[in-house]
């Protein structure tokens, strides 16, 4: 059990060097880098197709990394809605690592200009255990979770809640008839996130995604966190 | 990266001598044990619920074993149900291991006499990535997935749905507010998961449940695998 700690802590300092790299490509580019996290099926996807989409309006380049254990489903859905977009097919991993990342960033630099893209969104694998220990060099962690996974997540998955700059709860669409509390998820929330910001929406509906672009754009304006 | 792959060869044989030892304990116990997973939220703790009640009422003996990071939240719903629950808290490990099973059968064990259990389920922590490599020594494999999150789950998660003895699709009564393909998403587990039988329910209504607990009764009556 001690070598298994072990290897896991060579595993993670290994790859806190790889995610300082990556974050010093993003600043050096003037890159905003956005990890968004999640439990399987909570709506990244269609949050991102969006948030593309809107994005493309507005005149800002967006590329996305894609992260599954298995299909191009996600990465093809993003490409349709008009960003590069590649995907890493973890296999059996449970998470991204910034070796992966720094992998597919060498993939998109041979597709476009890394030079004057604004955002480049990483959607991690569906889970809300793992990915919350690798840093990926990514400027802002974004934890979505949606009204039909229950209130309680937040108690129940804390690591991944206590990593988030934004917390952002989506499908509020089928709150009512899923009966989803809607404060008591907010406190839940706050009792475990204090940091982090939280915001509502529907990714499937349109509802307070203007919460969210706005968001994105005061985030450009920022200074990269180091 | 070759040292890692070693340890944990290392450690999922070690997990295997445990399950073995496990599974040989609910055979000779006549215990049928269960191992019960999802995503987060996809209902799990709802249907054990429902189906705990309803083996207490036709005469049966069940007990179950909780894992998730953090809070006694659903061992205590389960205990409300009426059935003995021992929560395992994980920290930040993403899945159950037969160990763990092993000391939470321990704790059981000084609640309640095994010997005459019928029904002991494992409710792993809500994750379809990790818990998919972990053998507990359990009977059968129960992997559920919610409308909710979309009919693309087994495509995208498939060590999990491989390794399923009995996929049930849970939440069925939202499926058609949130244009759920119902149709699409058993072709997909028929795809990636010839082997299981499927199940199509709403632990909330109820609806579908005589199917799920006509399949227990009949485990029941079967040998157990070796």
Chains 1, 2 share one sequence.
């Not at 059996?92 to 597709?111: P, R, S």
């Amino acid at each position: 059990m001690a070598r298994r700690v072990e290897v896991r802590r060579a595993a993670l300092a290994k790859n806190a060097e790889l995610a300082a790299r990556n974050r010093a490509l993003f600043q050096a580019k003037g890159i905003k880098a956005i990890n968004l996290l999640s439990a399987p099926g909570a709506g990244k996807t269609t949050l991102l197709e969006k948030t593309i989409r809107h994005l493309h309006e507005q005149g800002f380049r967006a590329a996305v990394i894609v992260g599954d254990l298995a299909t191009e489903n996600d990465a093809e859905r993003l490409r349709r809605a008009g960003a590069p977009a590649v995907q890493i097919a973890t296999g059996t991993v449970c998470h991204l690592d910034a070796a992966m990342v720094a992998g597919a960033l060498e993939k998109l630099d041979q597709e476009l200009e890394l030079d004057g893209l604004d955002f480049l969104f990483i959607e991690n694998v569906g889970n809300l255990v793992c990915p919350a220990s690798y840093d990926l060099g990514e400027d802002l962690r974004v934890v979505l979770f949606s009204t039909p996974e229950g209130e309680d997540k937040p108690l129940k998955y804390p690591p991944m809640f206590k990593s988030a700059q934004l917390v952002i709860i989506n499908k509020i669409d089928v709150a009512e008839v899923l009966g989803f509390d809607l404060e008591r998820a907010r406190e839940n929330v706050r009792a475990i996130a204090p940091q982090a910001e939280l915001l509502e929406l529907s990714a499937r509906t349109g509802e307070g995604l203007e919460g969210w672009y706005a968001y994105l754009e005061q985030q450009l304006q920022s200074q990269p966190r180091s």
